[in-house]
């Protein structure tokens, strides 16, 4: 079992930067893949990126190359999300989320935290 609490969501102009983290509980974490979603008023929740358990691979949406950065640190069981130049387009609520690496099944989620992008 993977537990997942996110933090760091805001309010921030356009061209602005937020860091989220999000806090893992369980012992499975460090073998886990890690990744974060989003998912905006009336939309449908969509895949922002994810990294694997030993951080090598990452795996960005395209609209969030090069802005958005994914990390982890598997001492400390938390995952980050550094995005920088945020677009009013980028709000939404976040999500963390983790799967087995043997498996495409995101079978843990966090409870979401609220990204605002003013413009």
């Known amino acids: 079992q993977v537990q997942l609490v996110e933090s760091g969501g805001g309010l921030v102009q356009a061209g602005g930067s937020l860091r989220l983290s999000c806090a893992a509980s369980g012992r499975t974490f460090s073998s886990a893949v890690m990744g974060w979603f989003r998912q905006a008023p009336e939309k449908e929740r969509e895949f922002v990126v994810s990294i694997t358990w030993n951080g090598v691979g990452t795996y960005y949406l395209d609209s969030v190359k090069g802005r958005f950065t994914i990390s982890r640190d598997n001492a400390k069981n938390t995952v980050y999300l550094q995005m920088n130049s945020l677009k009013p387009e980028d709000t939404a609520v976040y999500y963390c989320?983790?799967?087995?690496?043997?498996?495409?099944?995101?079978?843990?989620w966090g409870q979401g935290t609220q990204v605002t992008v003013s413009s």
């Open positions: 989320a983790a799967r087995p690496n043997y498996s495409s099944s995101w079978n843990y």
